[in-house]
T-cell receptor, first 116, second 112 residues
Framework: AQSVTQLGSHVSVSEGALVLLRCNYSSSVPPYLFWYVQYPNQGLQLLLKYTTGATLVKGINGFEAEFKKSETSFHLTKPSAHMSDAAEYFCAVRDAGGTSYGKLTFGQGTILTVHP | EAQVTQNPRYLITVTGKKLTVTCSQNMNHEYMSWYRQDPGLGLRQIYYSMNVEVTDKGDVPEGYKVSRKEKRNFPLILESPSPNQTSLYFC???????????FGPGTRLTVL
């Protein structure tokens, strides 16, 4: 079964510092990869996704992520954190084939805190 | 306005009393899904549907039922709710598997 691991349930950065949120998955078949953000008391909003093509994906709000097949990783980065980036971030993986085709698996989430 | 709607938004019920949480989307999406969100566990997929009359189990289907009789609706049914089903539930839809999922606003369920 697919598994998604987000290293660090809490990440704290200073405003203006680099944001790095880590995500690793277990599938041996390149899947579809997503990062979502959830602000307090709200639903999830898509930040970016990888399906095929260029492995460096740019999303909204200055975020980007790089698909590294050899490392089975899809880490999320932002060069300079803003106070408004404080939220919970979820990595998600959808199998693109096999018996669990269509199933979407989320990581456990990383809460990002941004200090002034 | 393109959206996913869920009803009710909040529900407190008692053990064993059957309930249904409705989900509807107006985007003609093929793929719909239900998740539950619990602290420290992220979102876990309960059931998903790739089209009308096509449903499949996610990671935590026990205690839940779904149906997809129409493209726009995907209700979640708890035949005999138990306290361990107290959670925040999200419905989502997407045009197809590789596309963005649009999430509903969530339903906070408490089973006493």
């Amino acid at each position: 079964a697919q598994s998604v691991t987000q290293l660090g349930s809490h990440v704290s950065v200073s405003e203006g510092a680099l944001v790095l949120l880590r995500c690793n998955y277990s599938s041996s078949v390149p899947p579809y990869l997503f990062w979502y953000v959830q602000y307090p008391n709200q639903g999830l909003q898509l930040l970016l996704k990888y399906t095929t093509g260029a492995t460096l994906v740019k999303g909204i709000n200055g975020f980007e992520a790089e698909f590294k097949k050899s490392e089975t990783s899809f880490h999320l980065t932002k060069p300079s954190a803003h106070m408004s980036d404080a939220a919970e971030y979820f990595c998600a993986v959808r199998d693109a084939g096999g018996t669990s085709y269509g199933k979407l698996t989320f990581g456990q989430g990383t809460i990002l805190t941004v200090h002034p | 306005e393109a959206q996913v709607t869920q009803n009710p938004r909040y529900l407190i019920t008692v053990t064993g009393k059957k309930l249904t949480v409705t989900c509807s989307q107006n985007m003609n999406h093929e793929y719909m899904s239900w998740y539950r969100q619990d602290p420290g566990l992220g979102l876990r997929q309960i059931y998903y549907s790739m089209n009308v009359e096509v449903t499949d189990k996610g990671d935590v289907p026990e205690g839940y039922k779904v149906s997809r009789k129409e493209k726009r609706n995907f209700p979640l049914i708890l035949e005999s709710p138990s306290p361990n089903q107290t959670s925040l539930y999200f419905c989502a839809s997407s045009l197809s598997l590789g596309n963005e999922q649009f999430f509903g606003p969530g339903t906070r369920l408490t089973v006493l």
